[in-house]
């Protein structure tokens, strides 16, 4: 079935690092691929998407690009700031189930310290 | 007001007691879908809707169950709450594009079984 790896965290960086997480999905169609943002106290809101191979999401500096080659998804953000604070879930929706649900990785809370 | 609202913000139960988690939508979405969030596991779908008659199970229904009174109303109740139903619970709402243009999410009710 569909699923989503994505790396464990807790990550904890200084602010203007450069971030990556890991996000690596099992299906067997083509999904579409979204990154979700949770800040403390907060609902999940959508941070980027791609729904084909190669298309890069961007939104807020953040940025992933669809493998399909590597089954990956990665995020990077060049220049984190403390605002960024939150946890991240990748995601994925696979339209050949019918159902659109969305399956979600573990979630990898970053930490961006002064 | 917010697109997604979930009433109440957070709530104490007792074991055995019944509950109901509301969420309501102006969006004008057709789909509706009740998350449950624990730490290390990510997002779990419970129960989704795909319109007013439509009722479909998630992967951890059991000891759940939901009713769409209405296009913008899905609620979720615990008929005999237990301690290890604690946790955070998120609403969503999605048009059928949801492929392409992700879900919007409540700002969640933290749930404590006693």
């Known amino acids: 079935g569909d699923s989503v790896t994505q790396m464990e965290g807790p990550v904890t960086l200084s602010e203007e690092a450069f971030l990556t997480i890991n996000c690596t999905y099992t299906?067997?169609?083509?999904?579409?691929l979204f990154w979700y943002v949770q800040y403390p106290g907060e609902g999940l809101q959508l941070l980027l998407k791609?729904?084909?191979?190669?298309d890069k999401g961007s939104n807020k500096g953040f940025e992933a690009t669809y493998r399909k080659e590597t089954t990956s998804f990665h995020l990077e953000k060049g220049s984190v700031q403390v605002s960024d604070s939150a946890v991240y879930f990748c995601?994925?929706?696979?339209?050949?189930?019918?159902?659109?649900?969305?399956?979600f990785g573990t979630g990898t809370r970053l930490t961006v310290i002064p | 007001d917010a697109d997604v609202t979930q009433t109440p913000r957070n709530r104490i139960t007792k074991t055995g007691k019944r509950i109901m988690l509301e969420c309501s939508q102006t969006?004008?979405?057709?789909?509706m879908y009740w998350y449950r969030q624990d730490p290390g596991l990510g997002l779990r779908l419970i129960y989704y809707?795909?319109?007013?008659?439509?009722?479909n199970k998630g992967e951890i229904s059991d000891g759940y169950s939901v009713s769409r009174q209405a296009q913008a109303k899905f609620s979720l109740s615990l008929e005999s709450a237990i301690p290890n139903q604690t946790a955070l619970y998120f609403c969503?709402?999605?048009?059928?594009?949801?492929?392409?243009?992700?879900?919007?999410f409540g700002s969640g009710t933290r749930l404590t079984v006693v």
């Open positions: 969503a709402t999605s048009d059928n594009q949801a492929v392409n243009y992700g879900y919007t």
């Open positions: 791609a729904t084909k191979a190669d």
């Open positions: 969006k004008g979405h057709d789909r």
């Open positions: 299906a067997t169609g083509y999904p579409s």
């Open positions: 995601a994925l929706s696979d339209p050949r189930t019918g159902a659109n649900n969305l399956f």
């Open positions: 809707s795909f319109d007013v008659k439509d009722i």
